[in-house]
């Protein structure tokens, strides 16, 4: 079975290269991936596997094996860009201006393709189910994870489990990454607006000084992670965004003030967003101002389930050879895919796409990002792999 999958895998290559590259040039932004579905859509009935959409542009295909077995498992595989103007020269570089596959869900979607396509040609060969999960919106939330899973993607058949990959550009070429256990953090967004009394800036006696305010905020809200969190506990509290809008003798009215906090455990979660709230706003009161602490509930942390996640590391071992299967360190940013990891048994892993001499180590979310497209040769065949295997066969 192993030499069959290397084998179609190779057969389809130039085409997920083609797949690739056509997405890539036509990236679409969360909710808004109508030809991305399409597309994927097209692949699928080209190749006779029924399918149904979900949360709006979400496609959800199923092969089934033609050997006795009730055993069901799930690939994902996410399709959305992100608003980010790419600086690549390259022939399929984005036609949609201001927008660009800088997160590599090009690769994801065309690998679950090539890999659907290996599937369809060995279901004859294999018994159980495998739900072929290509799922909108990863970039934003609420997520198009916690929307499918409202809308039964995990049921009508109910997978016993799940697989989702993702590109490492730190991760050379020809490996993949694994991680057992919990993997990557919650992620919270905070929207903050601190009020106090603008005026002169020349009569600060005569106003609330609302910058002045929010500096002593930031500064004091790091103390949540210095010396209120567990220091054995991985926490990130940071602030990219503060807008006063005010001038250099002007001081401003209000400031705007927007934030991520990240971790790896629900109970602090919770602890840490009152913390932040009763600091904040106790702080404003004092300096005579007032403060709206909003928090935009994000993600949850990622789990790896232990005995899945073992066996697919012996797997990917097996289809690749041990030197080219490492381990990895918690990763302290976060995926939507961690709902699925929530409900079900489920591995998230990650696929090598870095190459120093084809310049492909920029990281993801950057105007330069782009992918070694060797690595199409690993992600198709390896999946193929890890779903029969997980099966049982």
């Not at 959409?53 to 992100?82: C, F, H, K, W, Y």
Request: hydrophobic residues 40%; negative net charge.
């Amino acid at each position: 079975m192993k030499e069959k999958i290397q084998e179609l895998s190779s057969k389809i290559y130039n085409d997920v290269v083609g797949y690739r590259q056509h997405i890539h040039a036509n990236p679409e932004l969360s909710f808004k991936e109508y030809q991305t579905s399409l597309f994927i859509k097209e692949k699928l009935t080209a190749w006779g596997i029924e399918f149904k959409e979900m949360a709006n542009t979400g496609v959800v295909g199923l092969i089934r094996g033609e050997l006795p077995s009730d055993q069901i498992i799930a690939l994902r595989a996410d399709m959305d860009a992100l608003p980010i103007h790419e600086t690549n020269d390259k022939p399929y570089k984005s036609k949609n201006e201001g927008v660009m596959h800088a997160c590599g869900h090009d690769v994801h979607s065309s690998s679950l393709l090539g890999t659907a396509y290996i599937l369809n040609e060995l279901k004859a060969e294999f018994g159980g189910t495998i739900k072929l999960v290509f799922q909108p919106a990863e970039e934003i939330l609420p997520g198009g994870a916690s929307i499918m899973i409202k809308e039964g993607v995990l049921e009508n058949p109910k997978p016993h489990a799940m697989l989702g990959q993702h590109v490492m550009p730190l991760i050379e070429t020809g490996k993949v990454g694994f991680r057992s256990g919990i993997y990557m953090a919650s992620t919270d967004e905070l929207y903050v607006t601190v009020h106090g009394k603008g005026g002169h800036g020349a009569q600060p006696h005569q106003n609330i000084d609302p910058v002045l305010i929010t500096a002593h905020i930031i500064v004091a809200l790091q103390q949540i992670v210095s010396r209120n969190a567990d220091p054995r506990l991985p926490s990130v509290l940071s602030f990219g965004k503060v807008n006063a809008n005010g001038a250099t003798n002007i001081i401003p009215n209000e400031v705007k003030l927007e934030g991520t906090f990240r971790t790896l455990n629900e109970e602090w979660r919770k602890e840490a967003h009152r913390l932040m709230k009763k600091m904040a706003e106790g702080i404003a009161e004092s300096m005579g101002g007032s403060c709206d602490f909003n928090i935009m509930h994000g993600y949850p942390f990622l789990i790896n389930e232990e005995k899945l996640t073992e066996n697919a590391v012996v797997y990917a071992q097996d289809y690749l050879g041990k030197e080219n299967v490492i381990d990895l360190d918690i990763w302290m940013a976060a995926e939507d895919f961690a709902y699925y990891s929530q409900v079900t048994a489920a591995c998230f892993y990650r696929l090598g796409t870095g190459n120093v001499a084809k310049g492909t180590t920029y990281s993801v979310h950057t105007p330069n990002f782009d992918i070694d497209e060797d690595a199409l040769k690993t992600s198709t065949g390896l999946m193929a792999y890890l779903a029969l295997k997980q099966l049982g066969n």
